[in-house]
């Protein structure tokens, strides 16, 4: 799964990045100084992994992961092509998510494309832009199957086009194709239809150091959450140049620079968290003498698919799941003593696998 960081050129999206995946990407006091989209995969952060190896105590422990993509800093008029817009659009259109980061702090040294501070106005720029792209995809798109229509496709085309109208005037119109629900039919279609403004988003302020508790008394912030409240978005307050700083310590060192700044994690953790629930994902764990691993599915996904997450022989020679309940196996310490006490169950093709399960599949193939 992968989560596009976008904003406008210097509002910290690659130091963000850099934070995040320690990989090194390029990030100064200039707009494009990120032409080619920079990619890395992090851990995502979860104490229940953690405990579960102190418990088994296997030979190698194995995080679950999520890949973000650091796109160029977008500008008014990217969707005809400033600034390389259309280049970097494209890369969004690949994304399952937007992580959209936001300018929430004053600086006299780092400059503003704009020239003045103002969210709202930034958030409305990078949203329009990728409208304006995603309704000339549309209008595109009507040409197309119109002309399948007339030439003797108009039964099979028919609910195609009445949701392209649809979301041609929604776009015209300057709202997102978010703001709309679709059926499962056109749902199908929009698959065949990559738009951006689709797309789950999650704002991303990023405020100075005086503001790193996240007490909300920053009216930037304050700003941002009323406007992603309004669209049901979410807002993670984190200030980039102390999590690019965070990112360059050891365990013990952060440990320790966090307790003196007065926070219990990194605000990127929030961050991947955030991303990890946007894509309605969830975590599963198989654990053994060998290994401990978390597993990342679909909330909703059933026994036999997500046995297959770990490989395709398991999910057609299903047979049955040995599950227990993570707070289960913590409680009671053992899977010998979970199973005396009827915590370990046995599930079939039909079960819906729950966040935090950890899971023994049976197969035969």
């Not at 990217?78 to 600086?107: M, P």
Request: proline letters at 3%.
């Amino acid at each position: 799964m992968q989560i596009g960081i976008v904003g406008l050129p210097n509002v910290g999206k690659s130091t963000l990045f850099n934070a995040i995946t320690q990989a090194g990407a390029d990030a100064a006091n200039f707009p494009f100084c990120t032409i080619d989209p920079n990619v890395g995969v992090v851990n995502v952060p979860d104490e229940r992994l953690e405990k579960i190896s102190e418990l088994i105590k296997p030979k190698k422990t194995v995080p679950t992961a999520i890949e973000f993509v650091d796109i160029a800093g977008l500008v008014k008029g990217a969707s005809k092509g400033e600034g390389l817009g259309n280049k970097f659009l494209s890369n969004i259109r690949e994304v399952d998510a937007i992580a959209h980061v936001v300018r929430c702090f004053q600086s006299q040294d780092i400059t503003h494309v704009d020239g003045s501070i103002d969210p709202i106005r930034d958030i409305e720029t990078i949203n329009l832009e990728l409208i304006f792209s995603d309704l000339e995809q549309v209008e595109k798109r009507m040409e197309k199957t119109q002309k399948l229509m007339k030439s003797g496709g108009a039964k099979e085309y028919k609910k195609e086009y009445e949701l392209l109208e649809r979301l041609q005037k929604t776009l015209s119109e300057g709202q997102s194709a978010r703001s709309l629900s679709f059926n499962d039919d056109e749902k199908k279609i929009l698959k065949t239809l990559p738009l951006l403004s689709t797309k789950p988003i999650l704002y991303v302020a990023n405020v100075g150091e005086n503001n790193i508790n996240n007490d909300h008394s920053n009216e930037l912030v304050q700003k941002v959450e009323e406007y992603a409240t309004k669209e049901g978005s979410e807002v993670i307050q984190v200030c980039a140049s102390i999590e690019s700083e965070l990112a360059e310590l050891d365990d013990e060192e952060m440990d320790e620079f966090l307790e003196e700044i007065g926070l219990e994690e990194p605000g990127l953790n929030k961050v991947i968290k955030a991303g990890y629930d946007l894509l309605g994902l969830i975590t599963f764990f198989t654990a053994g003498e060998q290994e401990v691993r978390a597993w990342t599915i679909k909330e909703g996904t059933a026994a036999p698919q997500a046995a297959g997450k770990i490989h395709s022989d398991f999910e057609r020679g299903f047979i049955r799941a040995e599950v227990i309940a993570y707070e289960d196996l913590i409680k009671y310490q053992s899977y010998a003593n979970a199973r005396e006490n009827g915590v370990l169950r046995l599930e079939g093709k039909d079960y819906i696998m729950k966040d935090g399960d950890i899971s023994h599949f049976r197969f035969n193939v």
